[in-house]
């Protein structure tokens, strides 16, 4: 295993020790509190590597085991001045576009709820994109390993500087909850061997959950305007020479399409939960449409079912994710021109499907163990969800993963 | 925590001797009645508002106190670990606060009486007189 994976994973365990034995309640106006995940994972495929997210630089291939893309640590400070005003700062270390696993900000915000109906937040935010959740990362909370990658990996944006106001309210036999969030993101990602940063891009959207009885049913929208294009000038130079020489129109409106600053990205998605007793079913399904032609627009998927049999919960999570070329695609009228621009968007392709068999054990009330198996297979050739992949690999990978799970 | 843990594992496999289990406020809070939808939304920190418009402030017994599992299981169906990762879900995203934690009934007793909007998970033998039962999972 990697040095650093190995230092991470004696970090994450000397820190959950040292907090279970400490106990983790303080003082009721202020407590610090703590998640975190050794995962340790390996896939079959010698010809890519499996990630989390596309936030993720590298991952995991050719049957070694690795802890680099699932351990997180977390911690989180809540300051309650008064009543109505809390402050809460949280900070997870985990696997960045640089690759490193620097500590990075996650939340640092206030809240502020002067009634149990209404709630304003300002700040540092998480962004909203699970049903009940706005962190992906704190694995004790969830039942499988990780968010499905088939639906939560193009949602590489965690958080966002600005506000969000939330409104609950009884509907019908239900409790409504509408949020609306506006800010602008701070983020890198590492996408097609490059750091893309989309900080200062803006982020806006809207999320409505609907509870009642054993149903929670949500709806969900969000955009966001990239503040910066990606570096593609080795393509889009060569476009706009060709098109400024030739008078091909066609090759300017390619070179334009490439562009993603200024452009605007939506999300839609719909989900919904059933618990009872110890049946635990979830649905979503999502779909984004993309401005820039560098993505290509998709939908996903994923249902899951767990059932509790005493500490332990089997469960199956089937997903879903599939990308479709844009129809307005240009064609240009230089062959090599053309096959290079084409060769470049079907890059953005993405085809793939998991099934995924796994058991929680909860062997003590804040720490669960979790092994799973995926089985991944992808239509040869759409290998944008996979990293360093080789375009001869045959899009077969089966994933077995183990994690420690806590809270403190 | 060794103590904890014990309790927490062996309510998996057995049924610990069943109180019967009440919600409780102070009569200064005025109110009557909940319903069972009303207790879940404000010991799942999903709606707090009380029907005479003042905050409620649940309270919990600690981790390893056996009633708490059964409250839980008795009122959402849930085990501990599944309530425990609930709050988790909801703590990490800085959404709302859980429960207050009182170490035992003498105290719950005690915050109740003393704080208007308070509520208390309680065995029924156990609750004094004064205090007001609001819900029961009898009823």
């Known amino acids: ?408 | 925590m060794r103590a904890a843990l014990g309790a927490f594992l062996f309510s998996f496999v057995a049924t610990v001797a069943q109180a019967e289990l009440v919600v409780v406020t102070s009569p200064q809070t005025g109110i009557e009645r909940l319903s069972r939808e009303e207790v879940i939304n404000i010991f799942l920190g999903r709606y707090r508002l009380l029907p005479v418009g003042i905050t409620a402030e649940p309270l919990d017994l600690p981790i390893d106190h056996p009633a708490r599992a059964q409250f839980y299981q008795r009122l959402v169906g849930k085990h501990l670990a599944e309530i425990n990762a609930y709050w988790a879900r909801l703590i990490f995203s800085g959404r709302t606060r859980p429960p207050r934690v009182v170490s035992d009934y003498a105290e719950a007793i005690r915050v109740v009486r003393e704080r208007p909007g308070a509520l208390a998970y309680l065995d029924a033998s156990s609750t004094p007189p004064d205090l007001k039962v609001i819900f029961s999972f009898e009823d």
């Open chain 1, 1 to 408: 295993m990697h040095a650093k994976t190995m230092s991470l994973a004696c970090s994450l365990m000397a820190c959950a020790i040292h907090a279970l034995a400490m106990g983790h309640e303080t003082a009721d106006d202020f407590t610090l509190r703590g998640f975190g995940t050794l995962g340790l994972a390996r896939s079959t495929a010698d010809g890519a590597e499996f990630i989390r997210d596309l936030s993720q630089p590298h991952g995991i291939r050719g049957g070694r085991w690795s802890g680099r893309i699932d351990s997180i640590l977390g911690l989180q400070a809540n300051w309650h001045i008064d009543h109505d005003w809390e402050f809460v700062g949280q900070v997870v270390s985990r696997l960045h576009y640089d690759k490193s696993h620097n500590p990075e900000l996650m939340w640092a915000f206030a809240r502020w709820e002067p009634d149990p109906r209404l709630q304003i937040r300002m700040g540092r935010i998480g962004a909203d994109f699970m049903m009940l959740a706005d962190s992906r990362l704190v694995g004790y909370s969830f039942l499988p390993v990780r968010p499905p990658p088939d639906f939560f990996g193009p949602l590489f944006i965690s958080h966002f500087t600005g506000l969000d106001v939330a409104v609950e309210a009884y509907l019908g036999q239900g409790l409504m909850r509408a949020k609306g969030f506006l800010g602008k993101t701070q983020e890198k990602v590492a996408s097609a061997s490059q750091v893309w940063d989309t900080s200062g891009s803006d982020l806006r959207g809207i999320v409505l959950d609907y509870q009642t009885g054993p149903w929670q049913l949500r709806g969900n929208f969000a955009e966001i305007r990239f503040s910066h294009d990606m570096e593609v000038g080795f393509l889009t130079t060569p476009l706009r020479i060709y098109g400024q020489m030739s008078g091909d129109s066609a090759a300017l409106r390619a070179a334009d399409s490439l562009a993603a600053k200024g452009k605007t990205t939506r999300y839609y998605a719909l989900g919904a939960v059933y618990e009872r007793n110890a049946l635990r079913l979830q649905a979503m399904i999502n779909f984004i449409r993309h401005e820039t032609r560098i993505f290509q627009d998709s939908r996903a998927a994923f249902i899951q079912a767990g059932y509790r049999l005493g500490a332990m919960t089997p469960y199956v999570v089937l997903s879903r994710w599939k990308t479709f070329p844009a129809k307005d695609l240009q064609t240009l009228a230089d062959p090599d021109l053309n096959a290079a621009y084409q060769a470049f968007i079907a890059y953005a392709d993405v085809d793939r499907k998991t099934l995924s068999l796994g058991m929680r054990w909860d062997f003590h009330p804040q720490q669960a163990l979790k092994v799973q198996w995926d089985w991944l297979r992808a239509r040869p050739g759409s290998q944008f969800s996979f990293v360093h992949a080789d375009p001869r690999w045959n899009g077969k990978t089966n994933i077995l993963s183990l994690t420690y799970d806590f809270v403190f």
